[in-house]
């Protein structure tokens, strides 16, 4: 989810976040192996900009994306559906999904002093 | 910060997520107490909804908030001010704080049939 453990790197606000947070079943067989291919087809998406993801227990997967338009392209690929639907099936004891704009964002990095 | 690996549970939309992404640094005595503490406190905080965090490499929390009044008493909370000092300081690598507004959520949880 983060490449190298580094954090998602976005433009200026305004633009969007998707915060899914989720408890799984017992039953994780072929998870790994769906998140993977979800985190490479996101990446497709005109618009998608980036994601971080943890999990200890709780999982959380924050995506962030331009605008509304390109979070309604992600939600309705086909293959991200089929895979949502087998998600409630089989992997997710619960879920919360929100959207929400970010309107504003400070980072911080250490500076390096050698 | 998911006590009982619990999923927050949040009022209806419209409210604030404060995500804060980060990466420590090898130096972490105290963080884990610190962390701990400021979890304590922010629930002190009126307009405060509940909080979801995950570390695994890449830490995530997602702090929910009613309104901006509620971020900014938290964020000029003095001992809240003094332990991000501690943390640019000290533990964090990088991180990123993105203010968002929710404008909507789902949610799943499954059934129980026994």
Known sequence: ????????????PPYYAVIFTSLLTPDTAGY??????????????PGYLG????????????????????????????EHAETRERGREQWYEAYELRVAKVERAYGFRRSTVD
Chains 1, 2 share one sequence.
């Open 51 to 78: 994601a971080d993801g943890a999990r200890d227990g709780v999982g959380i997967t924050v995506s962030y994306f331009r605008d509304e338009p390109a979070i309604a392209e992600w939600r309705d690929h086909p």
């Open 32 to 45: 790994a192996e769906a998140a993977e291919r979800m985190f490479e087809l996101v990446k497709t998406i």
């Open 1 to 12: 989810m983060n490449p190298g453990d580094l954090l998602a790197e976005t433009p200026e």
